[in-house]
């Protein structure tokens, strides 16, 4: 199946999420490294699956692809809030550090100011240092601390984990 690239830089394509990435997604989520920093993700396939059928045709998920061979390395997103937007973005952990976290925000970015859209927002973790160092690179402020707690729950313990989320947001030109 032939897939239509939403938009593309150099090194990777972006491209809607479909069922036939369910799978992939699957890994994604499960990847202990990649979920560290995200509260609430679907890991099971029924999850995945019913949220992919959820998605309409003016959702913004994408599927992060190495452009000259289409191998699947992340998932990114645009969430529709008016005239601003949330941006998020996981990769694989075997794509940190090579530029394509920067460029899948640049990508979502440019996409956003297509849709009219003013102002971009990320939230992360306080400890997720690679995604606040892209963050501040690309221009986004700091504007608040927002504090979570998160039970996890296994079949041999339940403990308690905080986290601090933090808040970023950009204004951008719809020009």
Same mark, same amino acid.
């Given at each position: &199946?032939?897939?239509?690239?939403?938009?593309?830089?150099?090194r990777?394509?972006?491209r809607?999420?479909c069922?036939d990435?369910?799978?992939?997604?699957?890994?994604?989520a499960?990847?202990? $490294?990649?979920?560290?920093?995200? @509260? +609430? @993700?679907?890991?099971?396939?029924?999850?995945i699956?019913?949220?992919?059928?959820?998605?309409g045709?003016?959702?913004?998920?994408?599927?992060?692809?190495?452009?000259?061979?289409?191998?699947?390395?992340? $998932?990114?997103?645009?969430t529709?809030?008016?005239?601003?937007?949330?941006? +998020?973005? &996981? @990769?694989?952990?075997?794509?940190?550090?090579?530029g394509?976290?920067?460029?899948?925000?640049?990508?979502?970015?440019?996409?956003? +100011?297509?849709? +009219?859209?003013?102002?971009?927002?990320? &939230?992360t973790?306080?400890?997720?240092?690679?995604?606040?160092?892209?963050?501040?690179? @690309?221009?986004?402020?700091?504007t608040?601390?927002?504090?979570?707690v998160?039970?996890?729950?296994?079949?041999?313990?339940?403990?308690?984990?905080?986290?601090?989320?933090?808040?970023?947001?950009?204004?951008?030109?719809?020009s």
């Amino acid at each position: &199946m032939t897939m239509k690239h939403e938009t593309q830089s150099s090194r990777i394509a972006l491209r809607k999420i479909c069922q036939d990435d369910a799978e992939f997604m699957i890994k994604l989520a499960r990847d202990p $490294e990649t979920a560290r920093y995200i @509260l +609430g @993700l679907i890991t099971d396939r029924k999850g995945i699956t019913d949220w992919i059928n959820s998605l309409g045709d003016n959702c913004h998920e994408y599927i992060i692809t190495l452009k000259d061979t289409c191998t699947p390395i992340g $998932e990114c997103g645009l969430t529709l809030l008016g005239d601003s937007a949330e941006i +998020g973005v &996981m @990769l694989l952990p075997g794509y940190w550090n090579k530029g394509y976290g920067t460029e899948a925000i640049y990508a979502l970015k440019d996409k956003a +100011g297509e849709l +009219g859209v003013r102002e971009l927002s990320a &939230m992360t973790d306080a400890e997720n240092a690679a995604l606040i160092h892209i963050l501040s690179k @690309l221009g986004f402020e700091k504007t608040a601390i927002i504090w979570h707690v998160r039970i996890n729950e296994t079949v041999d313990t339940c403990r308690l984990r905080h986290q601090d989320l933090v808040e970023y947001r950009m204004e951008i030109s719809t020009s």
